[in-house]
């Protein structure tokens, strides 16, 4: 399949997605009231970076000013190790600042993420060729839908404003859907990922990215435990390519201190390396990481 085809095809599915959620959210208002709508649920997806408090935890905010500093282990972005150098075990750290806006009760949010290397003797390299010293600045609006479904359109653009020959650019629109079932909370999202400059373009893909998360209790301490999948397709077709295929799985918790809250976690990821000495288990990747922040 060319670019042209599969961009028309990435569009297409992520337009028709959301003329989907849309006419279900208007059917939904010729039967729910104003006042059921009152206050707007917004759930931040994995595969963006950003951060959820669990359900159990979560407070109104006064100015809806969220700021936030992640530190982990390894930068690991839909199942891909970013900084890694020869293995996806790598464990090259990161610290992400992080600080959105939302308005209040509109659903509407904007914000800035950055991902910066801590160590590894690849760090300039990585800086270099644009994946190192990464910002991040995202637009996005959260519709309630019924009293369990919730709709999130999101629009992203990834720079690297200190890369060597060039400032490469994505930008990425995405629609999800997701739900608080009885059990479990389960999500869906659907990213477009283009290359705003020529050389980059054919890097693009498509990113469908199901989940599902739980919130209980181990003694009084609330635990958020997510387990996800995503599928890629490739602007120029998925044959030998790696990171087509990446599994997720997460556990976090959540301590609210006198100014802070923090949420230690940990994090295991698989994603398809292919390579010709390639082995499954080449494909693994286990990290901490350690998030702190306030509300405003």
Known sequence: MNIMNLNKFGIISILSAGFLFASLANAQD??????STSKTEVKKPEDTKKSEKPAAASEDTSLGV???????????????????????????????PGLSYTFPDTGLSFGYWGAFQLNGDNKSINSDVGLNLESDFYLSY??????????????????????????????????????NLDVVRASIGFYYLLGTQEYIRDAGYL???????KHFKMGKKPVNLTLGYGYKHYSDGNEGMS??????????????LPLIYIRPGIGVAWTNIEAPDSTFSDGFVVWAQLIMGVDK
């Open 30 to 35: 010729n039967t729910t009231s104003e006042t």
């Open 66 to 96: 969220n700021l936030e500093v992640t530190f982990s282990s390894a930068y690991v972005f839909r199942g891909y190790n970013i900084f890694q150098k020869d293995s996806q075990m790598n464990q090259y750290g990161l610290v992400a």
């Open 142 to 179: 959260s519709r309630k839908v019924t009293n369990k479904l919730y709709v999130k359109g999101i629009l992203t653009s990834y720079v690297y404003f200190f890369a060597k020959d060039s400032r490469p650019t994505w930008v990425e629109p995405g629609v999800i859907a997701y739900s």
């Open 207 to 213: 990113y469908i990215n199901p989940s599902v998360s």
């Open 243 to 256: 990171n087509v295929h990446d599994l997720l799985l997460t556990v976090d918790t959540f301590i609210q």
